[in-house]
């Protein structure tokens, strides 16, 4: 059974920073795509951030230069560091995986990712 555990949400100052990361199981290989998404009330979910098959790395415009995506292989953990952060950032964050390689372009669509977590929601007040 595969499972994306989100933690590292919370509630933060305009500025200030947080880290989320999530945990994938060990049966979802290292090599396919990884992302981060985000969902406010009333909105559709977007991408944030990718790693692509090749480690390569895409940001939405939006958060460019706040925020950075990494991930630990050896503890197949995805992370999201966010600085800078702004009231429009308050959303509920997800990470997603599929079991296919190479993304490329259509990382920020939602339907082509398989596997999702629960969410952890960040919060920003101005």
């Known amino acids: 059974q595969v499972q994306l555990v989100e933690s590292g949400g919370g509630s933060v100052q305009a500025g200030g920073s947080l880290r989320l990361s999530c945990t994938i199981s060990?049966?979802?290989?290292?090599?396919?795509?990884r992302a981060w998404f985000r969902q406010a009330p009333g909105k559709e979910r977007e991408g944030v951030a990718v790693?692509?098959?090749?480690?390569?790395?895409n940001y939405a415009n939006s958060v460019k230069g706040r925020f950075t995506i990494s991930q630990d292989n050896a503890e197949n953990t995805l992370y999201l560091q966010m600085n800078s952060l702004k009231s429009e950032d308050t959303a509920m964050y997800y990470c997603?995986?599929?079991?296919?390689?190479?993304?490329?372009?259509?990382?920020?669509?939602?339907?082509?990712?398989?596997?999702w977590g629960q969410g952890t929601q960040v919060t920003v007040s101005s």
């Open positions: 997603a995986t599929r079991r296919r390689v190479w993304i490329g372009s259509r990382w920020t669509s939602a339907s082509e990712y398989t596997y």
């Open positions: 790693i692509d098959t090749d480690g390569s790395t």
């Open positions: 060990e049966n979802i290989d290292r090599k396919y795509p």
